[in-house]
């Protein structure tokens, strides 16, 4: 065979198999839609939706005397670019409860005298609260916060120059003083790596049937799909919870995280959310024609979890359409429940809003599940 026949040969072999590998990603759609849409999704998602620097954050104040001062500060906070103001409240117990419900991240209360000590050349001070269990989201506005006030009274020739001291910021860094970043990604890291497992290990399990070929065996057993779909979860419950607290002891022993509110409710909260993924796990399962695209369907749906939940980024910084993403996804509300529960003290009257959407999520998430389980029987 001359050298020129043998080349001939090997460049047929390879292009029939560059054929046979298209014509195979044709077929495998959810396996080319991936290729395709995570790298959009990445760059959608960091581009437009991330912000390390978040702005328009919720503030609430409170002004013992409506006066021109105070209305110079109102008038300062609302034009800012890092504070969103959401009300003036009546009391410092009603700032109180919205902080830790996580209504708003900041409180600012303006003391009775503040103008009268303005105008006599005191230095009056001005009580900043903050929710300090993020604080990459705090730390920056907080900054910010003196300047924003001082060119407001220098504006209003209240004071003389902007860079006299003419007043001072008192703050309050809530339930994270020492602005301590372990506080906040060890619970962040409970949320994430139940997510990320949990999905795993369900959204394999009934693919993993199929390609066995044990399914057959299953559906012909007198089993209805509700009770095949809790026999397959109850195990990884049980490794959920295993999980858990391991992360929790590990986070409290080596870290030193604090647990301001109840275990029971903590206990219930993080039951909850195993629950949710799991069977949004499960869904994907039934979804899914193999375990490779089961793996793909969780990567996709984790990606979003943990870019737009507040895990890594501020969530009251991001866009309001990626607010409304991040709302939809069960680490999002999981966050905030054992963020409010380990850091504040929270009660379940401050959680009955990410309490009830987790529970929505795995209403519809098992529905899903049973009906495309019902299909698969048929």
Do not use: C
Not at 57 to 67: D, G, I, R
Not at 165 to 190: C, D, K, M, W
Not at 350 to 372: E, N, S
């Amino acid at each position: 065979m001359s050298a020129r026949a043998a080349r001939g040969g090997f460049l047929t072999r390879v292009g029939a198999m560059i054929v046979k590998e298209f014509i195979q990603l044709r077929r495998d759609r959810v396996t080319f839609a991936t290729m395709i849409m995570i790298p959009l999704l990445q760059l959608i998602l960091f581009g437009y939706a991330i912000n390390t620097t978040p702005r328009n954050l919720p503030t609430a104040v409170f002004t013992h005397e409506n006066n021109e001062v105070s209305r110079a500060i109102l008038a300062a906070l609302r034009n800012t670019a890092f504070f969103a103001f959401v009300r003036e409240v009546k009391s410092a117990e009603d700032a109180e409860h919205m902080i830790r419900s996580g209504e708003v991240l900041f409180f600012v209360e303006i003391p009775a005298g503040f103008e009268r000590s303005l105008r006599r050349g005191e230095t009056p001070q001005l009580l900043v609260a903050a929710d300090a269990t993020d604080p990459v989201g705090s730390a920056n506005a907080l900054a910010a916060l003196a300047g924003v006030v001082n060119s407001a009274l220098v504006r209003e020739r209240f004071v003389d120059a902007p860079g006299s001291a003419a007043f001072e910021i008192v703050q309050h860094r809530r339930y994270n003083p020492a602005g301590t970043s372990q506080l906040n990604i060890v619970p962040g890291l409970l949320g994430t790596i139940l997510t990320m497992t949990m999905l795993i290990f369900t959204a394999l399990s009934v693919t993993r049937e199929i390609e066995r070929g044990t399914m057959e065996s299953l559906l012909s057993m007198p089993i209805h799909p509700v009770e095949i779909m809790l026999g397959k979860i109850t195990p990884y419950v049980l490794v959920g919870i295993l999980q858990a607290l391991l992360i929790m002891g590990a986070g409290m022993i080596l870290f030193g995280v604090p647990l301001e509110g109840s275990a029971i409710l903590l206990a219930v909260t993080t039951l909850l959310f195993i629950i949710v993924n799991l069977s949004i796990g499960y869904t994907f399962s039934t979804l899914a024609q193999n375990q490779l695209q089961a793996v793909q369907m969780s990567f996709m749906f984790f990606l979003p979890s943990i870019l737009l939940s507040g895990f890594m980024f501020p969530f009251s910084g991001m866009p309001l359409w990626a607010q409304w993403i991040g709302e939809g996804l069960p680490l999002t509300h999981y966050l905030r429940m054992v963020r409010g529960i380990l850091l504040k003290g929270s009660g379940f009257s401050d959680l009955t809003t990410d309490a009830g959407a987790l529970v929505v999520l795995m209403l519809v998430a098992m529905a899903i599940a049973v009906a495309r389980f019902r299909q698969t029987l048929d």
